[in-house]
């Protein structure tokens, strides 16, 4: 843990845990929300071909989860750490002409 704690520029055990815990909470709430809007879009797994519904879901996760990180990460007091790892995120995904 101690090198993870320097990699991340992190000084205490409970920054890591908030840190942990944001990622959690994040990743298990764009997962639903997208499942919610595959929903409402009446794509399911019986009515579409399983790797094209799996496909489409990570069309909708991966542009959704830097935006809720640094959200969550803010809500949760950690945004000096979020926000600049979820920029990086959203430039490798080519969505940087989003954060101008």
């Known amino acids: 843990m101690n ?3 320097t990699r991340w520029g992190i000084t205490s055990n409970f ?16 997962a639903k929300i997208s499942s919610f809007f595959l929903d409402q879009l009446n ?7 399983i790797i094209l519904y799996y496909i489409i879901l990570l069309v909708l996760v991966l542009p959704l989860y830097p935006f809720m990180l640094m959200f969550f990460g803010w809500l949760f007091g950690q945004s000096q750490f ?6 990086r995120m959203i430039r490798s995904m080519k969505m940087g002409f989003l954060l101008k």
């Open 3 to 5: 090198k993870l704690k």
């Open 15 to 30: 920054q890591l845990a908030i840190i942990f815990i944001v990622f959690a909470i994040n990743g298990s709430l764009s």
């Open 43 to 49: 794509i399911t797994k019986e009515n579409t071909n």
């Open 82 to 87: 979020f926000t600049p790892f979820a920029k």
